[in-house]
């Protein structure tokens, strides 16, 4: 099992920047995948970015250019910072983490079941 907690969430004008955190614990050594997705109210989850364990990222359309996502496995802790944030990126944010597999974290990610182990959120409240 892989527990997640997330933090650094709260709230900005729209052009301000946050970094998230999201801290693993539990059989850390078997996770490959890391990666952040989001939820808005009355919308479906909506994957964010994702990591390798070799640092490979990917990003969705809306975010790319403005997040940065990050890792450091010694701390076991994945990071994801936002600039110049938009009112469109309200939403609780998540934390994710899978084990190795046949597919590309990103496409996990992406998929109809997302990562194996996700945790609390944290709300990103984003003002015009």
């Known amino acids: 099992q892989v527990q997640l907690v997330e933090s650094g969430g709260g709230s900005v004008p729209s052009g301000g920047s946050l970094r998230l955190s999201c801290e693993a614990t539990?059989?850390?050594?078997?996770?490959?995948?890391m990666g952040w997705f989001r939820q808005a109210p009355g919308k479906g989850h909506e994957a964010v970015a994702s990591i390798e364990r070799d640092g490979s990222a990917d990003y969705g359309d809306a975010v790319r250019g403005r997040f940065t996502i990050s890792q450091d496995r010694s701390k076991n802790t994945l990071y994801l910072q936002m600039n110049n944030l938009k009112p469109e990126d309200t939403a609780m944010y998540y934390c994710?983490?899978?084990?190795?597999?046949?597919?590309?974290?990103?496409?996990?990610?992406?998929?109809?079941?997302?990562?194996?182990?996700r945790g609390q959120g944290t709300q990103v409240t984003v003002s015009s």
């Open positions: 994710g983490a899978d084990y190795l597999s046949s597919y590309q974290c990103w496409a996990l990610l992406t998929g109809p079941a997302g990562f194996t182990y």
């Open positions: 539990g059989y850390t050594s078997t996770v490959h995948c």
